[in-house]
């Protein structure tokens, strides 16, 4: 697989627009459009999260008993907070007014995509927590609601996760890929396991590892047969967290699935939280060999602390996430919640367009950044690499390929405090002292520091150090490490 991989969420496209009389498949038209003039050659259209988004006959679909023409109070409606009832009945009732018009969304992608010569992937959520806290929301279809199918031992957000070692677990999910497969002429089929990763109670992992690559052989019967009934292959996905340790110590055994030939694509990819700069890919690639395609995941905020600040993504973020993607050792960039309205069009489709090739992306001014890791196993005592304190500091960072002669490098470090009271640090990128140039006190008494880099500091290889060190007896809190390069 080459080119640029594209995860349209189930809902974003209902959420954004109206659907006037007899215009909801020109209007679905359309959306693919844009996708095809930004480059996309895989687009993964998401069908579900707790329900479907399409008339489904093994699944409950996000409108069953809702009535369009009824009051705030019907019952569908009895558990949603008023807060969210008029955005949660513009998305429910266009996903019924797309059916009602006779549209079929994910087939009508699909013809689209093949319009376009765009390899037309779906892609499942194998298990969602959206709304998790509140069960009476009517985002959630029944199995959703059994507390006896719950993960157990992690509570807050994925508490209500379900267990895949319950077979009722399994087999729910598996009527869901038997429906895809034999309704939807595809060419590859995404399980996503970020959506979410924690499929088994705390401390039962290892076991659920078997019980998840065993079922996986089901599954993969089942693409196999799809494909003898198209005439044409079909591929097999999945998407799993950016370190592969994490990802195994959570039972999703990706490795050995590309040993047996389970699948054909991995996604390694932070979740939601932040984008990652420093994807473990060469040591995925020397666990997966070259049996799979191998994908870094782009998420569309950053975040450089857990709680702390963070801002959506802009196109020299996300640039300087996929250098990091290509040179770092994997075959193509994957995208998630790059929605269409996340830049204005031109920039959009100019971004993206170069997400396909190093060389485009070196082009483009971009931004590298520390940031933290979202996934942990349960238990795990991962230590986030911000905020960090000391004296003398480092932190790695690929930065890739070194720039052009012309262009420019600065490194902007965020200290906690105003640092009145001490000179600033002094900054180096792999032994290369780096000169300050400016120095800013946000309105949150945090200071901000900027410093030059000679250009001659970029290593180009698989990973750059960052040093920052007091310039006295005073130890300093580093909350931001950021470089950015530039025309």
Not at 326 to 352: C, E, I, M
């Amino acid at each position: 697989m080459s080119g640029l991989l594209h995860n349209e969420d189930c809902t974003n496209f209902f959420y954004c627009q109206d659907f006037p009389p007899g215009k909801a498949g020109e209007i679905t038209d359309r959306y693919v459009d844009v996708l095809a003039e930004a480059g996309v050659t895989v687009l993964l259209c998401n069908t579900n999260a707790r329900k479907t988004n399409y008339r489904s006959e093994v699944w409950e679909t996000f409108w069953d008993g809702y009535d369009p023409d009824g009051p705030d109070d019907q019952p569908f409606l009895a558990g949603l907070p008023k807060k969210d009832m008029k955005t949660w009945r513009k998305l429910v009732g266009n996903m019924l007014e797309v059916h009602r018009q006779g549209v079929d969304y994910p087939g009508r992608i699909i013809q689209r995509c093949r319009h376009h010569g765009i390899s037309p992937w779906i892609t499942l959520r194998m298990n969602d927590v959206h709304c998790n806290d509140n069960l009476n929301h009517p985002f959630h279809g029944r199995i959703f609601k059994e507390s006896q199918f719950f993960r157990k031992g992690h509570p807050g957000y994925y508490a209500r996760a379900l267990d895949y070692a319950h077979p009722e677990v399994r087999d729910h999910f598996k009527a869901l890929i038997a429906e895809t497969l034999e309704r939807y002429d595809i060419d590859g089929l995404e399980l996503d396991f970020m959506r979410e990763p924690y499929l088994f109670s705390a401390g039962k992992e290892q076991e659920g590892r078997k019980i998840l690559s065993q079922w996986l052989c089901g599954v993969r019967q089942l693409v196999e047969e799809a494909a003898a009934r198209r005439g044409h292959p079909v591929k097999l996905g999945v998407r799993v967290p950016s370190d592969p340790q994490v990802a195994l110590g959570l039972g999703l055994d990706a490795p050995a699935w590309a040993k047996d030939g389970l699948i054909d694509l991995v996604v390694a990819t932070p979740r939601w939280a932040t984008l990652h700069y420093d994807i473990p890919l060469r040591e995925w690639h020397s666990l997966l060999g070259n049996r799979v395609t191998l994908a870094g995941g782009l998420e569309v905020r950053l975040q450089a602390c857990r709680g702390g600040p963070f801002r959506i993504v802009t196109p020299e973020d996300a640039t300087g996430a996929a250098v990091a993607v290509l040179s770092g050792g994997a075959d193509v960039v994957y995208l998630f919640n790059y929605f269409q309205h996340l830049w204005v069009p031109p920039k959009y489709q100019r971004t993206l367009n170069s997400f396909s090739s190093l060389d485009k992306l070196q082009e483009l001014p971009r931004r590298h950044a520390v940031t933290c890791r979202e996934v942990v196993v349960p238990g795990e005592a991962y230590k986030p690499p911000l905020p960090a304190s000391g004296r003398a500091l480092s932190f790695d960072l690929p930065l890739g390929p070194p720039p052009p002669a012309a262009w420019t490098v600065e490194a902007m470090i965020g200290l906690a405090g105003s640092g009145a009271e001490s000179a600033p640090p002094t900054v180096s990128v792999n032994g290369i002292a780096c000169e300050l140039r400016t120095t800013e006190t946000p309105k949150n008494g945090d200071l901000q520091l900027s410093y030059s880099v000679p250009l001659n500091a970029i290593s180009g290889e698989n990973t750059d150090v960052i040093a920052v060190s007091a310039a006295d007896n005073n130890p300093i809190k580093v909350l931001c490490v950021e470089v950015e390069i530039a025309p």
